[in-house]
């Protein structure tokens, strides 16, 4: 279900059947993913998911146990000293030196990365309002994430990796994180790749969307595609409710008194022909916001998986 | 009460395993160092195992404060609804508990081993090591203990509890030359019996490491979660 | 790369000052414990401070230093923040090692400048020489901080890595101990040599292991550790040691014909062969040699040392060392050995109950004649009053080949002896009572009715007769180093003593087998005397002046010379290093004279100043010990051969 957008690029990041175990437990499973140049996209998934794996296996600071990977044409297991000098990447409550002031920490961190502009570096700091002279440790968790930031965006990376750079911040700091990465954005041929729990603010920026459940990759499309093809159906029925109701990709049923409301996520005219049929008097098509879709892919999915179990 | 107590055996299990197994390995070296003189290699072996002592004293103390200072739990474990002094409490049980079980694991397995190996060793021909290191272990500790009430972390409060415990002990033989400068001075008395120096410098120790570990729960209680005093910052 | 030096400088420079610091309040303490007389304490010096802080200080700063190695960072969260950049795992490894061996060096310096200077302040009269080598501390110190290092990219926990590097430093000084016994035979400075490498080994393989652990690291798992650690853990147990131990054998246990002196020289009964004690520094280098004093033919036989002939000539009876392999014996002890040489087969012989507490025989005295021998070994009494005087040296006496039986026993602080009557008494000289004993076949021993001997006296017995004479200066030297010599003649049948005195620097004095004949010899003169009259039969016979130096001797000394009577009695030998000469003090008149000159003086290292020996082999063959050379030559000169060592055998013509 991936299909590419804009230019015929290759992926900036392209994995084959990604996989990783930690003992018995299958963190990450046959992922195929393919995020195109200058994009930014989206990477959903509940906690627990495999979101950090996956990120972590893309800048080589995991092996992947099965499967491969290619993050701007290099391979993250061999090559990721130099795939790490073109990405910018931001973790989740990036923990740095306490000991260091902001400024002993850009200075450390900016001899890794050839391609760090200080003017840049300097202009951040203004706008995000950090005192160099602060000790890292005593920064709050919003200052702790911009310098996290501008220590990723000052060497003007390729592509950006935010691995739920924005979990404990305030909305204020998290409009001035969303501010910044537009900016990247709107820079030619930058890519952003961004994992996140928050749905609606992703919404706001994500051109592409990816979602991951319990390891395994459930879908990968442009956001607009998530859009048209993940709809609402509310069916109003003047008699009974049927007892079994079949519109293909459906992802959730709930039955009222005398409607039905179908989620389904490959919403077409053979869908509607299909929900047409079932009887109902009257037909609503409901757009879902990115955070209903997700809520209901990933919902669907562990019903999915339930009604799996039911039939073995 | 019982909580902490768990966690903290938790955390210090390894090390239960650790400290006797140096003393152990210790004393087998100095086995290995004189194969054919074995009730002397035995004594010696025993010597050697009690001088490790005072080092796994000095790991075991820094676990008061520092380490999960230096982890981040500090404000998770202070933001419980538990008395400070309980905390304390129930830190440093565990600590002279494992300290405690550590030296007597090793004692035993130690002994048991010179047992076989040399039976007719006189073991305790010369305590004066022995009692030197357990001097050692009890400023060591007291010392490190109280570092890590006020440090961030564990590698200086090491290095601190070791100094700390090396004043300590410079300043318990100093008041005991006092003691003795002010007996021959008062008495007359020249001499001071064996006994009476041991018991002395016993309660010397004891006293100091009292007022350690009384200085270390008074750091405890007073201590608040994101205050960088002049000490935490430093350290 | 400056950045990653930078940042580990900072987080660890604190750690410098530990040792100095703790260096100085030890001596502080030390000193003040002293003052106070408390706990047993001895006075400030600098070798118990230097101790204390090789073998506890520096190791545990070291381990403090090595487990900043990952732990830290770790425990502390901001491994991933370190290792998410793109900085190269070797680069990483590699700046966190350049910054700790330099504070390493710059801590164990400055402990120890200031144990020097605070020792130099503190105590009376300091020494500054120091028990245990420095080097090797030095390197083992580097062995606690590489498994320090080791533990600290394995574990997350510092005080684990602090614990485990501990353990790990010990574990590398046990091996280096067990390795040092076999490693103590190879000699110093080679032993030293050898230690220092194993432990650097070590450092090497610890700090190697770390490496490839940290490039196998992974954020959020602990997989690819288990690796490289087995593999560190079988270099390090097994296959280091093994090296070591190939090396010390190949070293070690073949047989060393390339010869370094002669120890012991001993001709067979009936002269036909000569068995010989081959030395270096350490018994376990001694071999003893059969060498065919016709045909010069030799070969090694055995390790051993202190070796003696049976009556008869079949067998050898020697003191070794050598345990399995040809390694020495793991608890260093010393057994008795006999050895048929026709055979080349030897046996350990099984003494009897020693005296005291870890005895060792150590040297054996075989008569040529008699069938007694004597045993004189070391012990350590059982009583803690007596062990406060130290090691103890015993004789026993056995009939040769019944050893489980000993004849009687002396116990005692040095031991000279010296063969009387047919063998079948030993006299000794006990210096710290001033007495000469005699110890006989029925076990029974008596003090001889001598003067009180001095130090520097000597006691000399005739082999085959009742003659037992005491030499004994008086120990006040006049300007030309002479003193006063008391040469007293003892019958220990009946009882008659005779004495006599002689003036000179020294005095070497040889009771003929028979007893009937003494042989004086002072610096550069020989005098025989009757010893029934105690008058001079024949001489002083001149040597040489006392100012000669041309070969070799050391000025004022004399000519350096041998003296050996036949075993009838008939003749003695006097062989220096300008001639030979053959008395006869019957016929009171010399029998033979030849010049010695051909025979070069070697200017061997092994052995600058030494004195020529001789030996009886048959009626009118001689055996002569020049430096490390044997040399057989018929009494009127002639035959000239030398016979040992191997390779430099010749005949001058």
Not at chain 3, 358 to 367: F, I, R
Request: charged share 20%; net charge positive.
């Amino acid at each position: 279900m991936t299909t590419p957008v804009g230019d015929k690029a290759a992926p900036v990041i392209e994995t084959k059947g990604l996989s990783r175990r930690f003992g018995r437990h299958e963190a990450v499973r046959g992922l195929d993913l393919a995020v195109p140049r200058g994009s930014v996209f989206g990477f959903l998934g509940l906690n627990g998911a495999g979101k950090t794996t996956t990120i972590r296996m893309l800048l080589g600071l995991l092996r992947p146990t099965d499967g491969s990977a290619s993050v701007l044409g290099m391979d993250p297991a061999n090559d990721g000293v130099a795939i790490r000098q073109r990405v910018g990447y931001v973790a989740e409550r990036q923990k740095m030196y306490d000991w260091m002031t902001v400024g002993e920490t850009i200075g450390f961190v900016k001899s890794f990365y050839p391609t760090w502009k200080d003017a840049l570096a300097d202009d951040l700091l203004r706008r995000f309002g950090l005192d160099p002279k602060a000790k890292m440790g005593s920064l709050s968790v919003g200052m702790n994430a911009k310098v996290a930031l501008l220590l990723a965006l000052a060497h003007e990376p390729e592509l950006l990796i935010l691995d739920d750079p924005t979990s404990g911040l305030d909305v204020v700091v998290r409009r001035e994180f969303l501010e910044s990465i537009v900016q990247v954005i709107h820079e030619a041929g930058r890519t952003v790749f961004f994992s996140s729990h928050f749905v609606h603010e992703l919404e706001r920026v994500a051109d592409w969307v990816a979602i991951i459940h319990e390891g395994r990759l459930v879908a990968s499309q442009s956001l607009s595609a998530w859009r048209v093809r993940t709809k609402r159906l509310r069916l109003i029925f003047d008699g009974q409710v049927p007892a079994q109701v079949s519109v293909p990709g459906r992802l959730s049923t709930r039955r009222h008194e005398h409607e039905l409301v179908v989620t389904t996520q490959s919403f077409d005219d053979a869908a509607l022909q299909s929900a047409r049929a079932t009887g109902a008097s009257s037909i609503e098509v409901l757009d879902l916001s990115l955070e209903d879709i997700f809520v209901e892919v990933v919902g669907g999915q562990s019903h999915a998986s339930v009604a799996v179990e039911r039939m073995a | 009460m019982r909580a902490l107590l768990w966690k903290e055996w938790r955390e210090k299990r390894l090390l239960v395993v650790l400290a006797p197994v140096a003393s152990i390995l210790g004393f087998v070296v100095s086995l290995v160092q004189s194969p054919h003189y074995l009730d002397r290699a035995c004594s010696d072996g025993l010597v050697v195992a009690s001088l490790m002592w005072p080092v796994f004293a000095l790991l075991i103390g820094a676990g008061m404060m520092a380490n999960e200072r230096d982890r981040g739990t500090h404000p998770f474990l202070l933001s419980q609804p538990i008395p400070r002094s309980r905390l304390w409490l129930a830190k440093l049980t565990a600590q002279i508990a494992v300290l405690c079980i550590g030296m007597l694991i090793s004692v035993g397995v130690c002994a048991g081993m010179s047992a076989f190996l040399a039976p007719q060793a006189v073991l305790m021909r010369d305590s004066s090591d022995m009692r030197l290191s357990a001097f050692l272990t009890v400023n060591f500790f007291a010392g490190a203990v109280l570092v890590s009430s006020f440090s961030a972390r564990p590698l200086i409060t090491i290095a601190g509890g070791l100094l700390v415990g090396l004043l300590m002990a410079l300043l318990e033989v100093g008041m005991l030359l006092g003691l003795a400068g002010v007996l021959f001075l008062t008495l007359s008395i020249r001499h001071i019996g064996d006994i009476a120096v041991v018991c002395t410098m016993a309660s010397l120790s004891a006293v100091f490491a009292v007022f350690a570990l009384g200085l270390s729960r008074a750091l405890i209680l007073s201590d608040e979660v994101g205050r960088t005093n002049w000490l935490t910052r430093w350290s | 790369m400056k950045a990653l030096l930078w940042k580990e400088w900072r987080e660890t420079r604190l750690l410098i000052l530990v040792a100095p610091v703790a260096s100085a309040i030890i001596v502080a303490v030390f000193f003040v414990a002293h003052l106070s007389r408390a706990m047993a304490v001895p006075p400030v010096d600098f070798r118990l401070v230097m101790d204390v802080t090789w073998v506890a200080i520096w190791p545990l700063s070291a381990v403090l230093v090595g487990a900043g190695m990952l732990a830290n960072e770790r425990e502390r969260g901001t491994h991933a923040f370190l290792f998410s950049h793109p900085i190269g795992r070797v680069r990483l490894w590699t700046a966190k090692v350049l910054v700790h061996v330099p504070i390493l060096g710059l801590t164990m310096l400055l402990s120890l400048g200031v144990s020097v200077s605070a020792t130099l302040l503190v105590s009376a009269n300091p020494r500054l020489e120091a028990k245990s080598d420095p080097v090797i501390f030095a390197f083992l110190t580097l062995g606690f901080y590489a498994g320090a290092a080791l533990m600290s990219s394995v574990t997350s926990r510092v005080i684990l890595a602090i614990g485990g590097g501990i353990l790990v430093g010990l574990v590398q000084y046990g091996i280096m101990q067990a390795l040092s016994w076999p490693m103590a035979f190879v000699g110093i400075p080679h032993q030293d040599l050898m230690c220092v490498g194993v432990l650097a080994g070590f450092a090497v393989v610890a700090l190697w292991t770390s490496l490839r652990v940290l490039m196998r690291d992974e954020v959020g798992s602990r997989r690819g550790h288990a690796r490289p650690l087995i593999t560190a853990t079988i270099i390090g147990l097994i296959a280091l040691p093994t090296v070591v131990l190939a090396a010390t054998y190949l070293c070690l246990v073949r047989p060393r014909t390339d010869v370094l002196y002669l120890q012991q020289v001993v001709p067979s009964p009936d002269g036909a062969r000569i068995a010989l004690v081959s030395g270096g520094n350490n018994p376990v280098l001694n071999w003893i040699w059969l060498v065919d004093s016709g045909t010069g033919q030799s070969e090694p036989l055995w390790r051993g040392f202190s070796m003696n002939w049976s009556p008869d000539g079949g067998r050898l009876a020697f003191v070794s060392n050598e345990g399995f392999a040809g390694f020495p014996r793991s608890d260093g002890s010393h057994r008795l050995w006999i050895g048929d040489w026709r055979a080349r087969r030897r046996q350990e012989v099984q003494l009897p109950e020693l005296p005291g507490y870890a005895s060792q025989p150590w040297g054996l005295l075989c008569p040529p004649a008699g069938e007694t021998a004597a045993v004189s070994g070391l012990y350590i009494p059982l009583d803690s009053e007596a062990r406060r005087s130290g090691v103890r040296h015993f004789t026993m006496l056995f009939r040769f080949g019944e050893w489980n039986r000993p004849l009687g026993a002396l116990d005692f602080r040095s031991s000279i002896k010296q063969w009387a009557d047919n063998g079948t008494q030993l006299v000794h000289t006990d210096h710290s009572k001033g007495e000469v004993l005699m110890l006989s076949a029925d076990g029974k021993h008596r003090v001889l009715p001598f003067s009180p001997l001095p130090d520097q006296g000597y006691a000399i017995a005739s082999e085959a007769g009742p003659m037992v004479a005491a030499v004994s200066g008086s120990g006040k030297k006049d300007s030309e180093l002479r003193q006063e010599w008391r040469i007293e003649v003892l019958n220990i049948r009946n009882g008659l003593k005779r004495s006599m005195s002689v003036n000179a620097r020294y005095v070497r004095a040889r009771l003929s087998p028979d007893g009937r004949w003494l042989a004086i010899g002072v610096p550069n003169a020989v005098t025989i005397y009757s010893v029934d009259s105690m008058s001079p039969r024949m001489g002083p016979l001149a040597i040489g002046s006392l100012h000669e130096a041309d070969r070799g001797e050391l000025a004022g000394e004399g000519v350096r010379y041998a003296l050996a009577w036949r075993r009838d009695s008939q003749y003695l030998a006097l062989a220096s290093t300008r001639t030979l000469r053959i008395l006869d003090p019957s016929a009171g008149r010399c029998v033979s004279e030849t010049s010695l000159s051909w025979l070069s003086i070697p200017q061997s290292a092994s052995r600058p100043y030494w004195w020529p020996q001789v030996w009886w082999l048959s009626e009118d063959k001689l055996l002569v010990q020049w430096a490390d050379e044997l040399w057989t030559l018929r009494t009127d000169g002639t035959e000239r051969r030398c016979i040992f060592p191997p390779k430099r055998q010749r005949v001058v013509p």
